[in-house]
Protein backbone atom coordinates (compact mmCIF):
# COMPACT_ATOMS: atom_id res chain seq x y z
CA UNK A 1 0.00 0.00 0.00
CA UNK A 2 1.15 3.13 -1.09
CA UNK A 3 1.17 6.33 1.74
CA UNK A 4 1.53 9.60 0.79
CA UNK A 5 4.38 12.12 2.39
CA UNK A 6 3.50 14.81 4.03
CA UNK A 7 5.52 16.89 1.05
CA UNK A 8 3.42 14.91 -1.10
CA UNK A 9 0.25 16.12 0.48
CA UNK A 10 1.06 19.44 0.66
CA UNK A 11 2.14 19.53 -3.27
CA UNK A 12 -1.41 18.11 -3.83
CA UNK A 13 -3.37 20.46 -1.44
CA UNK A 14 -1.31 23.28 -3.66
CA UNK A 15 -2.29 22.29 -6.86
CA UNK A 16 -5.98 22.39 -5.98
CA UNK A 17 -5.83 25.77 -4.24
CA UNK A 18 -4.48 27.21 -7.47
CA UNK A 19 -6.58 24.68 -9.66
CA UNK A 20 -10.11 25.07 -8.28
CA UNK A 21 -9.29 29.39 -8.47
CA UNK A 22 -8.41 29.53 -11.95
CA UNK A 23 -11.40 26.71 -12.81
CA UNK A 24 -13.62 29.39 -11.36
CA UNK A 25 -12.30 32.43 -13.65
CA UNK A 26 -13.04 30.17 -16.42
CA UNK A 27 -16.86 28.93 -14.90
CA UNK A 28 -17.41 32.53 -14.83
CA UNK A 29 -17.09 33.18 -18.41
CA UNK A 30 -20.52 33.96 -20.35
CA UNK A 31 -22.39 31.16 -21.19
CA UNK A 32 -21.86 32.55 -25.23
CA UNK A 33 -18.12 32.66 -24.62
CA UNK A 34 -18.51 28.87 -23.37
CA UNK A 35 -20.68 27.77 -26.46
CA UNK A 36 -17.95 29.59 -28.32
CA UNK A 37 -15.13 27.14 -27.34
CA UNK A 38 -17.40 24.37 -28.20
CA UNK A 39 -17.11 25.73 -32.21
CA UNK A 40 -14.53 22.47 -33.81
CA UNK A 41 -11.94 25.22 -34.71
CA UNK A 42 -11.43 26.39 -31.33
CA UNK A 43 -12.18 23.25 -29.61
CA UNK A 44 -9.27 21.64 -31.53
CA UNK A 45 -6.93 24.38 -30.42
CA UNK A 46 -8.73 25.42 -26.68
CA UNK A 47 -9.27 21.52 -24.98
CA UNK A 48 -5.34 21.19 -24.83
CA UNK A 49 -5.14 24.34 -22.59
CA UNK A 50 -4.95 23.01 -19.10
CA UNK A 51 -7.35 25.67 -17.51
CA UNK A 52 -9.70 25.60 -20.47
CA UNK A 53 -9.98 21.37 -20.60
CA UNK A 54 -12.94 22.21 -17.54
CA UNK A 55 -14.91 23.91 -19.97
CA UNK A 56 -15.72 20.50 -22.06
CA UNK A 57 -16.87 18.92 -19.28
CA UNK A 58 -20.25 20.83 -19.88
CA UNK A 59 -20.50 21.05 -15.84
CA UNK A 60 -20.28 24.75 -16.48
CA UNK A 61 -22.80 25.42 -18.88
CA UNK A 62 -26.17 26.78 -17.69
CA UNK A 63 -28.26 23.81 -18.26
CA UNK A 64 -31.34 23.05 -19.84
CA UNK A 65 -33.70 22.97 -16.94
CA UNK A 66 -31.67 26.12 -15.12
CA UNK A 67 -32.71 28.35 -18.57
CA UNK A 68 -36.37 26.67 -18.30
CA UNK A 69 -36.64 27.87 -14.47
CA UNK A 70 -34.19 30.67 -13.80
CA UNK A 71 -32.84 28.35 -11.18
CA UNK A 72 -28.81 27.46 -10.85
CA UNK A 73 -27.40 23.92 -10.86
CA UNK A 74 -24.38 23.86 -12.95
CA UNK A 75 -21.37 23.52 -11.81
CA UNK A 76 -18.51 21.39 -10.24
CA UNK A 77 -17.46 22.36 -6.40
CA UNK A 78 -14.12 21.28 -5.48
CA UNK A 79 -14.01 18.63 -1.89
CA UNK A 80 -12.05 21.49 -0.31
CA UNK A 81 -14.93 23.49 -0.30
CA UNK A 82 -17.09 20.41 0.93
CA UNK A 83 -14.98 18.81 3.21
CA UNK A 84 -12.16 21.01 3.87
CA UNK A 85 -8.83 20.78 3.54
CA UNK A 86 -7.96 17.59 6.40
CA UNK A 87 -6.38 14.63 4.95
CA UNK A 88 -9.00 12.87 5.54
CA UNK A 89 -11.63 14.44 3.46
CA UNK A 90 -13.29 12.96 1.25
CA UNK A 91 -12.53 13.12 -2.59
CA UNK A 92 -15.53 13.76 -4.83
CA UNK A 93 -16.63 17.02 -6.56
CA UNK A 94 -20.32 18.44 -6.32
CA UNK A 95 -21.78 17.64 -9.82
CA UNK A 96 -25.42 17.81 -11.14
CA UNK A 97 -27.26 14.94 -12.20
CA UNK A 98 -29.10 14.89 -15.71
CA UNK A 99 -32.58 15.26 -14.87
CA UNK A 100 -34.08 12.66 -17.43
CA UNK A 101 -31.59 9.71 -15.57
CA UNK A 102 -33.30 10.88 -12.25
CA UNK A 103 -36.88 10.93 -13.76
CA UNK A 104 -36.42 7.43 -15.23
CA UNK A 105 -35.11 6.19 -12.11
CA UNK A 106 -38.07 7.52 -9.88
CA UNK A 107 -40.37 6.44 -12.41
CA UNK A 108 -39.56 2.33 -11.35
CA UNK A 109 -40.79 2.98 -8.43
CA UNK A 110 -44.66 3.33 -8.73
CA UNK A 111 -46.62 5.30 -6.00
CA UNK A 112 -44.48 7.36 -4.70
CA UNK A 113 -47.41 9.06 -2.95
CA UNK A 114 -46.84 8.06 0.44
CA UNK A 115 -42.74 8.25 0.38
CA UNK A 116 -39.74 11.01 1.47
CA UNK A 117 -37.30 11.52 -1.01
CA UNK A 118 -33.94 11.87 0.22
CA UNK A 119 -30.57 13.27 -0.95
CA UNK A 120 -27.22 12.64 0.27
CA UNK A 121 -25.17 15.01 -0.46
CA UNK A 122 -27.56 17.54 -2.54
CA UNK A 123 -25.14 20.14 -3.92
CA UNK A 124 -27.42 22.33 -5.33
CA UNK A 125 -30.68 20.42 -5.62
CA UNK A 126 -30.88 19.72 -9.05
CA UNK A 127 -32.30 15.72 -8.32
CA UNK A 128 -34.49 17.28 -5.42
CA UNK A 129 -36.21 19.65 -8.40
CA UNK A 130 -36.59 16.63 -10.29
CA UNK A 131 -38.76 14.75 -7.35
CA UNK A 132 -41.27 18.42 -6.96
CA UNK A 133 -42.50 16.81 -10.20
CA UNK A 134 -43.51 13.66 -8.63
CA UNK A 135 -46.12 13.28 -5.67
CA UNK A 136 -43.67 12.98 -2.98
CA UNK A 137 -45.25 13.72 0.65
CA UNK A 138 -41.66 15.33 1.52
CA UNK A 139 -39.09 16.33 -0.42
CA UNK A 140 -35.38 17.04 1.62
CA UNK A 141 -31.49 17.35 0.89
CA UNK A 142 -28.31 16.93 3.16
CA UNK A 143 -25.04 18.29 2.48
CA UNK A 144 -21.91 19.52 4.48
CA UNK A 145 -21.41 22.53 2.15
CA UNK A 146 -23.55 25.37 3.57
CA UNK A 147 -22.88 27.64 0.31
CA UNK A 148 -24.73 25.12 -2.29
CA UNK A 149 -27.54 24.23 0.50
CA UNK A 150 -28.17 27.72 0.46
CA UNK A 151 -27.83 27.73 -3.39
CA UNK A 152 -30.23 25.11 -3.50
CA UNK A 153 -32.76 26.50 -1.09
CA UNK A 154 -32.75 29.61 -3.35
CA UNK A 155 -33.98 26.98 -6.00
CA UNK A 156 -36.47 25.74 -3.85
CA UNK A 157 -37.80 29.07 -3.46
CA UNK A 158 -37.92 29.84 -7.58
CA UNK A 159 -39.50 26.11 -7.87
CA UNK A 160 -41.83 27.09 -5.14
CA UNK A 161 -43.23 30.35 -7.04
CA UNK A 162 -43.41 28.67 -10.49
CA UNK A 163 -45.01 25.76 -9.39
CA UNK A 164 -46.97 26.31 -5.78
CA UNK A 165 -48.94 22.88 -6.52
CA UNK A 166 -45.80 20.79 -6.00
CA UNK A 167 -44.67 19.10 -2.76
CA UNK A 168 -41.66 22.01 -1.68
CA UNK A 169 -38.29 20.98 -1.23
CA UNK A 170 -35.84 22.05 1.88
CA UNK A 171 -31.97 21.37 2.07
CA UNK A 172 -29.58 21.49 5.40
CA UNK A 173 -26.31 22.07 5.82
CA UNK A 174 -26.21 18.78 8.04
CA UNK A 175 -24.05 15.27 8.48
CA UNK A 176 -26.84 12.90 6.92
CA UNK A 177 -24.50 10.30 9.29
CA UNK A 178 -26.43 12.16 12.49
CA UNK A 179 -29.58 13.24 10.67
CA UNK A 180 -32.58 11.52 11.36
CA UNK A 181 -34.36 10.36 8.32
CA UNK A 182 -38.29 10.65 7.78
CA UNK A 183 -40.07 8.22 9.17
CA UNK A 184 -42.46 5.76 6.75
CA UNK A 185 -41.43 4.84 3.25
CA UNK A 186 -38.63 6.19 2.35
CA UNK A 187 -36.54 6.70 -1.23
CA UNK A 188 -32.68 7.64 -0.94
CA UNK A 189 -30.90 9.43 -3.80
CA UNK A 190 -27.35 8.89 -4.28
CA UNK A 191 -25.14 10.77 -6.67
CA UNK A 192 -22.12 8.81 -5.47
CA UNK A 193 -21.32 11.10 -2.82
CA UNK A 194 -18.97 8.96 -0.84
CA UNK A 195 -16.29 6.61 -0.82
CA UNK A 196 -16.85 3.02 0.91
CA UNK A 197 -16.04 3.76 4.70
CA UNK A 198 -18.80 6.49 4.66
CA UNK A 199 -21.14 4.68 2.63
CA UNK A 200 -21.00 2.06 4.84
CA UNK A 201 -22.01 3.49 8.00
CA UNK A 202 -24.81 5.42 5.87
CA UNK A 203 -26.07 1.98 4.99
CA UNK A 204 -25.70 0.59 8.22
CA UNK A 205 -27.48 3.75 9.70
CA UNK A 206 -30.50 3.03 7.52
CA UNK A 207 -30.32 -0.73 8.20
CA UNK A 208 -30.39 0.11 11.77
CA UNK A 209 -33.83 2.37 10.95
CA UNK A 210 -35.15 0.08 9.12
CA UNK A 211 -34.97 -2.94 11.46
CA UNK A 212 -36.21 -1.14 14.15
CA UNK A 213 -38.95 -0.11 12.26
CA UNK A 214 -38.33 3.56 12.15
CA UNK A 215 -38.06 3.19 8.12
CA UNK A 216 -41.13 1.30 7.10
CA UNK A 217 -40.03 0.45 3.33
CA UNK A 218 -36.59 1.54 1.95
CA UNK A 219 -35.86 2.18 -2.00
CA UNK A 220 -31.99 3.61 -3.02
CA UNK A 221 -31.38 5.32 -6.09
CA UNK A 222 -27.85 4.73 -6.73
CA UNK A 223 -26.49 6.93 -9.82
CA UNK A 224 -22.44 6.17 -10.99
CA UNK A 225 -22.55 3.11 -7.89
CA UNK A 226 -18.79 2.67 -7.62
CA UNK A 227 -19.93 0.95 -3.90
CA UNK A 228 -22.32 -0.99 -6.18
CA UNK A 229 -20.99 -4.27 -3.86
CA UNK A 230 -22.23 -2.77 -0.52
CA UNK A 231 -25.56 -2.35 -1.15
CA UNK A 232 -25.94 -6.37 -3.34
CA UNK A 233 -24.44 -7.65 -0.43
CA UNK A 234 -26.62 -6.18 2.18
CA UNK A 235 -29.31 -8.24 3.98
CA UNK A 236 -32.30 -6.12 3.70
CA UNK A 237 -32.44 -5.34 0.06
CA UNK A 238 -32.73 -6.30 -3.10
CA UNK A 239 -31.41 -5.03 -6.64
CA UNK A 240 -34.47 -4.02 -8.61
CA UNK A 241 -33.18 -2.13 -11.74
CA UNK A 242 -29.56 -1.94 -13.10
CA UNK A 243 -29.03 0.01 -16.53
CA UNK A 244 -26.57 2.48 -18.27
CA UNK A 245 -29.37 4.71 -18.85
CA UNK A 246 -28.68 7.22 -22.06
CA UNK A 247 -29.16 11.33 -21.53
CA UNK A 248 -32.01 12.73 -23.20
CA UNK A 249 -30.91 14.67 -26.29
CA UNK A 250 -30.79 17.96 -24.67
CA UNK A 251 -28.91 17.37 -21.90
CA UNK A 252 -25.78 16.02 -24.09
CA UNK A 253 -22.75 18.44 -23.69
CA UNK A 254 -23.53 19.73 -20.97
CA UNK A 255 -21.49 16.83 -18.58
CA UNK A 256 -18.21 14.09 -20.27
CA UNK A 257 -21.14 11.48 -20.75
CA UNK A 258 -23.73 10.58 -22.98
CA UNK A 259 -25.50 7.89 -20.35
CA UNK A 260 -25.29 7.54 -16.67
CA UNK A 261 -25.58 4.26 -14.51
CA UNK A 262 -28.37 3.51 -12.71
CA UNK A 263 -28.98 1.00 -9.95
CA UNK A 264 -32.38 0.88 -7.94
CA UNK A 265 -32.62 -1.89 -4.82
CA UNK A 266 -35.36 -1.95 -2.45
CA UNK A 267 -36.39 -3.33 0.65
CA UNK A 268 -36.98 -7.22 0.83
CA UNK A 269 -40.53 -7.78 2.25
CA UNK A 270 -40.90 -8.04 6.49
CA UNK A 271 -41.03 -11.51 7.53
Avoid at 9 to 17: C, I, Q, T, V, Y
Avoid at 93 to 106: D, E, F, I, K, N
Avoid at 242 to 265: F, M, R
Amino acid sequence: MTTMTPVGNFRKRLKRRVKWPLIAIVAALPDSVQTLLYLPRVRKFAQHVPVLKVVYTGCYRTHPLDKALGTETGGIEPPEAIYGDDKNAGSFPYMGSQPSTVRLALRQLGDLRDHAFVDIGCGKGRPMIVATEFPFREIIGYDLASRLVDIANRNARIVARRFPERVPMRAYAADALQADFPPGKLVVYLFNPFGIQTMTRLLDSLTAAYERGAIEALSIVYLNPLCKELFDASPILDCRFSASVPYAADEIGYDEGVTQTVHIWTSRPRA
